[in-house]
């Protein structure tokens, strides 16, 4: 307990803290400075500011006129003045001690040092004093010091009165505190008002008074809240006007406030819900993450936010499952797209990094063999790859296979050095440093992951090498087929020949060797060619396609030849059915159409003018359907003339005559 000590004229001097009861005597200053007596001093005039009445003066004797005549008494001494004057100083500082002793008030009691033994007196007045900040414990305290002394006690009117006084300022403050909304702050501070206050009624009214309002507080708003849950807006809105009508402030005026916030917010937060689930059906995994950021925005304060976090963590599911089957596929880029969307406050959130770390590692991994050939690029993917991967939480699902792709890599790793050592040796390209490079990838055991790799780049860089050995070879070959005759293309087939067959040139080689026997077999066709078109020029179509015949299937000439003949046979077939459909046509022009269709069928599928013949037989058929048709009309004309009409009546003659149809009058020729 702080308070401030007086000194015994009544100013201020510095503050302390007094503990009652049990902590009286416990913490204790050093003792005040006693305060000094004003003393007179024996030669000095006295002190102006001490009034005079404390200030004795010795009488002092007037001066006497000196005779002219020496007196003739005998002088006193000098010591016996100094006597006197020594017993007024004493009496005249007794006597104003005195004074200032008995017109001072006594020094008030140290609360500092006060413990159970000091007299009731002063540890009432040390109560009162600690009372007068308002602070709680103070005030507790004092109230613990009186409270208990009993009625005999000189001072227990005077400590009732103070008690009644300190128990009516704690109730102001738990009025205070529930006015606040402290409520449990505002009952205990009541329960420090003891059952013997004099006005301990008021505080069992109040009490009661604010549990009932506290009660009907609760009650409304936990049906406001249960409407919320459900979104009930309306539920909602009538029990904020029943909490507005209660009679407790702090439920009037703060929790009013407070409810209708928080039913913006609900209906806010449920209107974004509603939005990132219409957006979100059908499960489409292009729009979960528009969906999840949506319902992120749902204020976390809000009833809505449990409802909201549910479906988080379904569409973040459904995610998670997706980038994993992407994953799995090799559609690393469509992984991480899927796993990036899952939000951190999400259950989940662990896993999906944990599925772009190791799905960024292993596309990393997969572009150090996007080539054969190898390239520092390579490696650091390779370094990124690995460092990826150990960013996979220990106890997540993707941690053992991420573990074993580490080891593979840093395998890998290790080789494809060595692989990009064996490369700058071969990019130099001399024989020599070829075979380095060959013997550097040998290296590569066979098992391991770059093995594949390392045969590849054997092969090609022996290819290489073979190259350089085969040029020269093949380079003669050509210089020897220059003069373009048989014999200097047969000795440039020979030379060519040398390119053992497996070597890396043996293509080139035997493309030349084509080349140069061509040449050979046109140099020996020609003639025979030459021959043949000879022939069909001057009609003897017949005999050009037996030479060009001559001309065998593996010859260079052959396709020509045979593509002469084709056209040589062309002609021939015309000029055989030009002959046919002229017959043909003449025969039509006598109105032998019968005889005419008959001979252009003769032209068969396939031939030169077969789609002519076809033409001209539709046209004829036509003909001769028209020229039946009309003689059919005259027969039934003429039959119709010679009818006496009984036959329709069932009228038959004794004669037996029947007509049978067969009756030709001459009419209908079946020449046409």
Not at 111 to 123: A, E, V
Not at 365 to 386: D, G, K
Not at 579 to 589: G, H, P, V
Not at 638 to 651: A, E, K, M, P, V
Request: with cysteine; aromatic share 8%.
């Amino acid at each position: 307990m702080v308070r401030k000590r007086f000194d015994r004229f009544g100013g201020a001097t510095r503050e302390s803290t007094w503990y009652p009861d049990e902590s009286l005597g416990k913490h204790s200053p050093s003792p005040p400075r006693p305060i000094a007596s004003p003393s007179i001093s024996n030669s000095g005039p006295p002190d102006p500011s001490v009034p005079s009445a404390v200030h004795p003066v010795a009488p002092v004797a007037r001066p006497r006129p000196q005779s002219r005549r020496r007196s003739r008494r005998p002088k006193k001494p000098w010591n016996l003045r100094v006597f006197w004057l020594s017993t007024f100083a004493v009496f005249g500082g007794t006597g104003l001690a005195a004074f200032l002793w008995m017109t001072h008030l006594p020094p008030p009691p140290d609360c500092q040092n006060i413990s159970p033994l000091s007299s009731d007196m002063d540890r009432l007045y040390c109560a009162r004093e600690a009372a007068q900040s308002g602070r709680l414990n103070d005030l507790v305290a004092s109230i613990k010091l009186v409270e208990q002394w009993p009625t005999e006690n000189p001072l227990y009117g005077e400590a009732q009165g103070l008690l009644a006084d300190w128990s009516a300022v704690l109730l102001t403050t738990a009025r205070q505190q529930i006015e606040r909304g402290d409520f449990d702050g505002a009952i205990a501070t009541t329960q420090y008002i003891p059952t013997k206050s004099p006005n301990y009624a008021d505080v069992e009214a109040a009490v009661s008074t604010w549990k009932q309002q506290w009660q009907d507080g609760e009650a409304v708003y936990a049906k406001a809240e249960a409407a919320l849950k459900v979104h009930n807006w309306d539920e909602a809105a009538r029990q904020l006007s029943t909490l507005g009508q209660l009679q407790n402030r702090y439920w009037r005026q703060q929790r009013v406030d407070e409810l209708a916030q928080q039913i913006i917010l609900e209906r806010q937060a449920w209107k974004m819900l509603t939005d990132a689930r219409n957006l979100a059906k059908g499960n489409p995994l292009e729009r979960l993450g528009s969906a999840i950021a949506l319902a992120e925005k749902v204020n976390q304060q809000t009833f809505t936010w449990a409802e909201a976090k549910t479906n988080i963590e379904q569409w973040s599911t459904l995610l998670l499952n997706g980038g994993s089957e992407k994953r799995n596929a090799g559609d690393f880029d469509a992984a991480i797209a899927l796993a990036s969307q899952i939000p951190d406050i999400s259950t989940l959130a662990s896993e999906a990094k944990d599925l772009i770390e190791f799905s960024s590692a292993q596309k990393l991994a997969r572009q150090s063999t996007s080539a054969w050939h190898p390239s520092l690029v390579h490696v650091l993917n390779l370094l990124e790859a690995t460092k990826a991967a150990r960013q996979v939480e220990p106890n997540g699902s993707l941690y053992a296979e991420a573990q074993a792709n580490v080891q593979d890599w840093e395998q890998q790793l290790t080789d494809l050095i060595q692989l990009q050592y064996a490369n700058i040796f071969a990019g130099i390209g001399h024989h020599s440093t070829l075979q380095m490079a060959v013997h550097q990838a040998t290296q590569i055991e066979a098992g391991r992951s770059r093995r594949t790799q390392a045969q590849t780049l054997i092969a090609h860089w022996t290819q290489e090498i073979q190259r350089i050995e085969d040029r020269p070879i093949i380079a003669r070959a050509r210089q020897l087929a220059e003069p373009g005759t048989i014999p200097a293309f047969k000795t440039a087939i020979a030379e060519a020949s040398k390119v053992q067959m497996g070597r890396a040139l043996r293509n080139d080689a035997q493309t030349w060797v084509a080349n140069w026997t061509n040449q050979i077999e046109i140099i020996e066709d020609t003639p025979t060619l030459e021959e043949a078109r000879s022939l069909a020029s001057q009609g003897s179509l017949s005999r050009a396609i037996d030479v060009a015949g001559r001309i065998g299937a593996e010859r260079a000439l052959y396709g020509e030849a045979r593509s002469a003949i084709r056209r040589w046979r062309y002609e021939i077939l015309v000029a055989q059915d030009s002959r046919t459909l002229d017959q043909a046509r003449s025969l039509a022009a006598e109105l032998s159409l019968t005889r005419a269709i008959d001979v252009a069928s003769q032209i068969g599928a396939g031939r030169p003018l077969y789609s002519e013949a076809q033409g001209a037989i539709a046209d004829w058929q036509a003909q001769r359907a028209q020229i039946w048709a009309d003689q059919e009309a005259a027969q039934q004309s003429s039959s119709d003339y010679y009818d006496d009409g009984y036959s329709s009546d069932g009228y038959s003659d004794d004669s037996g005559y029947e007509d049978s149809g067969d009756y030709n009058d001459g009419y209908y020729d079946e020449s046409y």
